[in-house]
């Protein structure tokens, strides 16, 4: 017997779901880019003459004072605007579970160990370089993001060309991260709990669900619910980016009989994901690297001082090493005990590089830092730093890597999107084993006359 794709580590998943994966990258590739620009303006404008200007701007207050919310802009874009950003990943990673390729649990655990593995070892390594630092453990967390736009904004600096599965998995490794992350930010850094506003959030969730599950999508009525969501969320002490992954996880995937069922079209959480990534990528992200990535540095000696403090060693070594040995050793774990394989033409070494673009957090990072230091304080500068020394330093050797067997993967890029047949579907895809894999996944896009097949052949 031939093993099939899911019976390999990084095999192809079905042609429809790659297809999917490759728009959604696309979009966050673009919006990785505008991250970087934006990351960039803030540096620059920092380390300028300039510098009061922009801690202005950034601490310029701005909303109700009798709601509670005369926030500075800096804190509006962590809190509000990453909302957006987490209501998409919430949308995505419900997606990938119900009607995505990682429906299957064989499929799933790859991605899922990975990310528990490289949220495990950075926290670890940084709790080992700050043990009997006082009060630097707050941050044990700050290591433990991936930021997906900033890892394929560098994929599309360095030109390589990743197969598909291979982007799927980082792709889908990034959104289990992002989970995790937000789990941790609601467990361990809401530092008092109000009851009362946290219950009342549940009835404009509770009418939002209810409505998304009607496939009612007027913006009239679902915007000012989730607003209601994330005020009193935010109200609560519990940081208001969980309003986003709670409302994400209301919305349908698949559509009802009522409505025509799965094969009447795509479900209303691919919709909303299709209207507001966008947003995300390009205007939530890159605002908030803005007003979050703004660090003094004081040149040279700025930079041997901040990085001479335990706490930003400790987020270099959780990203660098830790992303790198949490990442390649869950997968090899997952090898080892489901004796799975990797696909043919990959090796190891794409493994490692894609851990090392792991390592590539940002984003989440410097929210956790804000939230374990408080914004403006000393060690937020100095955890500003190790967060991007460390992603420099990933993403460059991450380049070192994958740049090294670009010419393999431009090879099986190639050998996927040539000789595309009149169903759509590339040849690549078209092994007996595959097209009977994607054809049982889905049963819709099998082509006329050609009916599928319940069993691969031997």
């Not at 509670?68 to 949308?91: S, Y």
């Not at 939530?284 to 403090?309: K, M, N, Q, W, Y």
């Given at each position: 017997m031939t093993s099939t794709a899911s019976s390999r580590l990084f095999g192809r998943g079905s042609w429809s779901e790659a297809s999917r994966i490759a728009s959604v990258l696309r979009k966050e590739?673009?919006?990785?880019?505008?991250?970087?620009?934006?990351?960039?303006?803030?540096?620059?404008?920092?380390?300028?003459?300039?510098?009061?200007?922009?801690?202005?701007?950034?601490d310029y207050r701005l909303?109700?004072?009798?709601?509670?919310?005369?926030?500075?802009?800096?804190?509006?874009?962590?809190?509000?605007?990453?909302?957006?950003?987490?209501?998409?990943?919430?949308?995505?990673?419900?997606?990938?579970f119900v009607a995505g390729d990682l429906r299957d649990a064989r499929r799933a655990a790859l991605p899922v160990a990975a990310a528990v593995g490289g949220m495990a070892v950075p926290a670890l390594l940084y709790v080992l370089v700050n043990l009997g630092s006082g009060g630097a453990l707050e941050g044990w967390a700050i290591p433990t993001a991936t930021d997906i736009a900033f890892a394929l904004a560098v994929l599309a600096v360095i030109s390589t060309h990743l197969p598909s599965a291979l982007r799927t998995f980082l792709l889908t490794l990034a959104v289990v991260d992002d989970l995790l992350a937000?789990?941790?930010?609601?467990?361990?850094?809401?530092?008092?709990?109000?009851?009362?506003?946290?219950?009342?959030?549940?009835?404009?969730?509770?009418?939002f669900g209810f409505l998304v599950q009607k496939r009612i999508r007027s913006w009239w009525l679902l915007i000012p619910l989730a607003v209601v969501t994330w005020v009193l969320v935010h109200e609560s002490g519990v940081h208001a980016t969980v309003a986003g992954v709670l409302l994400a996880f209301t919305v349908p995937v698949v559509r009802s009989q009522a409505a025509g069922g799965p094969d009447a079209g795509p479900g209303l959480a691919e919709h909303f994901e299709h209207r507001i990534r966008p947003i995300s990528a390009?205007?939530?992200?890159?605002?908030?690297?803005?007003?979050?990535?703004?660090?003094?540095?004081?040149?040279?000696?700025?930079?041997?001082?901040?990085?001479?403090?335990?706490?930003a060693l400790g987020i270099v070594v959780g990203l660098v090493l830790g992303k790198v040995i949490g990442i390649t050793l869950a997968t090899w774990l997952v090898s080892r005990f489901t004796r799975a394989q990797l696909a043919d033409d990959l090796s190891w070494w794409d493994v490692i590089g894609l851990a090392l673009l792991g390592g590539i957090g940002f984003t989440v990072s410097l929210l956790i830092g804000e939230l374990a230091f408080g914004q403006g304080s000393e060690r937020d500068e100095h955890v500003k730093v190790g967060v991007l020394v460390g992603t420099i330093a990933s993403a460059l050797l991450a380049t070192v890597v994958l740049r090294a067997r670009n010419r393999v993967y431009k090879r099986l890029e190639l050998e996927e999107t040539s000789d595309v047949d009149s169903d759509g579907i590339p040849d690549a895809w078209d092994t007996v084993d595959d097209r009977a894999e994607h054809e049982i996944d889905n049963p819709s896009d099998t082509p006329p006359g050609r009916p599928a097949r319940p069993f691969s052949e031997s």
């Open positions: 590739t673009v919006g990785g880019v505008l991250l970087l620009i934006g990351t960039v303006v803030a540096l620059t404008w920092a380390n300028s003459p300039w510098a009061e200007a922009y801690e202005s701007l950034r909303g109700p004072a009798s709601l509670h919310l005369d926030l500075p802009l800096g804190t509006w874009a962590a809190d509000g605007l990453l909302a957006i950003f987490f209501f998409v990943a919430g949308l995505e990673l419900k997606r990938e937000i789990t941790i930010i609601a467990i361990f850094y809401t530092s008092a709990l109000a009851v009362t506003p946290l219950l009342l959030a549940l009835v404009p969730l509770a009418l390009g205007v939530a992200v890159p605002v908030f690297a803005f007003f979050a990535a703004g660090v003094t540095i004081g040149g040279l000696s700025g930079l041997t001082e901040s990085l001479t403090d335990r706490v």
